[in-house]
């Protein structure tokens, strides 16, 4: 009997015997710590995708389920921050201006005052004070019109900040916007007095659209997780926000800072102007309003970013989400103009990434931070770009960016006092029913490996073992 492939009797049966063999093989390709490792956290290895491969071989040494689409959490940032490098440079600045129609005479500015943003992913409240005072240099002190903000470098459709995990308040929750001041965070910070055995809590920055409402208890016992065990409310919109903290708060945890995401993009920026210009000698009275700044408008000041080398570094080290999202949408106003939308930036990703030869169907990108149920690609399709990343002339600033295993970031208490400690750059990503790495090993022999390892389990929280044995086991074989 002759099969269709025209191989017969005995050949077939051994053909069949390899068949089986080899189809099966991807999961054997798994090392036997990760294996167990798995087994131990009850996750399925149906459930993941594995590929590692050396930068100067052609095939790789593990491929395991490594087509699938998976949800990469936020080790999607690799993919946003290398598409930012390439197409942007290293060099790319934002800018956010100050501009006037107005007439300035006599320190007096008659007519409205702009602040035009340009999607600067770490505008700080150091950096809106440099800005402001640049302005009061230009000799401006009064302002007899309105703020004016332009925020319409970016298009962006309004959604709930809680959307994603019912907490509009967690900083990493704060949605992109073109003049985005601060991260519009506010830095609580709890002090506890022994004297009077009470806590104190105190804003920065203190504007008064925000009001405390302090019922802690003080006491002596143990610290421990302090933050779980304070009771928190928010009644919080755009124009206002009112906390409220009820709770026991341990002397013996000293001082302790956590941030807040409050109020609407314009209120903050607005409430912070207000607040910022006084305390420069400024005098203004009147509306914050959205606008767009005209073509002849004067320009009156100016502030540059960090460049792109340093602002990726932010992004990917602490896998700051806002700004991913920020730098997503100016690749999309970079490629084809503004306003800046996650449909211009995605098309922006994937037309660099045909010019490169990275075949990526499967690759879906909502606001390319990873904080998104919607969000795949595949573990080959990620390697892939990694390796295309490192025969790239961006290679350098793409894995600094990356936290250093066991010094910084988010992998530095990962796998200290190891072998592999300070000998990979990793990016990590984690949500519920997620956890994420990707990035490169430097093994034993000096050989440069790319590694990607993404888990999609309900299980997936306790599958840090698994990658880490992944990651030991690349650096040290033979």
């Known amino acids: 009997m002759r099969s269709r492939l025209g191989i017969t009797g005995r050949k077939y049966r051994i053909y069949l015997i390899l068949l089986i063999f080899f189809t099966g093989a991807a999961s054997a390709q798994l090392p036997a710590p990760v294996v ?26 593990i491929s395991h389920r490594a087509e699938q689409p998976l949800n990469p959490a936020s080790v999607m940032k690799l993919v946003t921050t290398y598409a930012a490098l390439e197409s942007l440079g290293p060099a790319y600045t934002w800018n956010t201006e100050i501009v006037s ?8 500015l008659t007519g409205d005052l702009v602040i035009k943003g340009g999607g600067d992913p770490k505008f700080t409240l150091e950096n809106f004070w440099l800005l402001l005072r640049a302005l009061r240099a230009r000799g401006v002190r009064e302002i007899r019109g309105d703020l004016v903000l332009d925020r319409s470098f970016f298009s962006i459709d309004a959604s709930d900040p809680g959307r994603f995990d019912g907490d509009p308040t967690q900083p990493y929750n704060t949605p992109p916007d073109a003049l985005l001041v601060n991260f519009k965070s506010f830095a609580l910070t709890f002090t506890p007095d022994a004297e009077t055995r009470s806590v104190r809590i105190s804003v920065d920055p203190p504007l008064p659209q925000v009001q405390i409402v302090n019922n802690l208890t003080f006491n002596d016992t143990a610290c421990g997780d302090w933050l779980s065990r304070l009771k928190f409310s928010a009644q919080n919109n755009a124009d206002t926000a009112r906390l409220t903290f009820i709770g026991p708060y341990s002397n013996r945890c ?37 606008g767009d700044a005209s073509a002849n408008a004067m320009k009156l000041a100016g502030q540059r970013s960090n460049t792109l080398s340093e602002i990726v570094r932010d992004i990917n080290k602490y896998s700051n989400n806002v700004m991913a999202r920020q ?26 990434f045909v010019s ?67 000998q990979a750059h990793i990016k990590t990503g984690l949500l519920t029913g997620v956890r994420s790495i990707a990035g490169y090993v430097l093994d034993a022999k000096g050989r440069r490996m790319v590694v990607v390892f993404l888990v999609n389990h309900a299980n997936a929280f306790n599958a840090q073992p698994a990658q880490d044995a992944l990651l030991r086991w690349v650096y040290a074989r033979d």
Do not use: C
């Not at 167990?36 to 040494?61: C, H, M, N």
């Not at 129609?101 to 007096?108: C, E, M, Q, R, S």
């Not at 306003?339 to 211009?344: C, N, V």
């Not at 169907?361 to 399709?381: H, Q």
């Open 327 to 352: 730098l997503f949408l100016t690749l999309g106003a970079a490629g084809a103009g503004a306003p800046g939308t996650t449909e211009k930036a995605f098309r922006a990703v994937r037309q660099l």
């Open 36 to 61: 167990q490792a798995l087994a131990r956290a009850g996750i399925a290895e149906s459930a993941i995708g594995v590929y590692v491969q050396e930068i100067t071989a052609d095939q790789p040494i």
């Open 254 to 290: 000293g001082e302790q800072i956590n941030y807040y995401s409050l109020l609407g993009h314009r209120e903050y920026a607005g409430a912070l102007f207000t607040y910022l210009w006084r305390d420069l000698g400024g005098t203004f009275s009147g509306r914050v309003r959205d």
């Open 101 to 108: 129609d107005g007439v300035l005479k006599n320190d007096v």
């Open 356 to 422: 490169k030869g990275l075949a990526m169907p499967e690759l879906t990108m909502e606001n390319g931070s990873g904080l998104s149920r919607a969000e795949r690609i595949s573990a080959r399709g990620l390697g892939q770009m990694l390796l295309t990343a490192f025969r790239g002339a961006t290679m350098p600033e793409f894995i600094a960016s990356m936290p250093l295993v066991a010094v910084d970031g988010t992998m530095r208490r990962r796998l200290a006092n190891t072998e592999v400690a300070g």
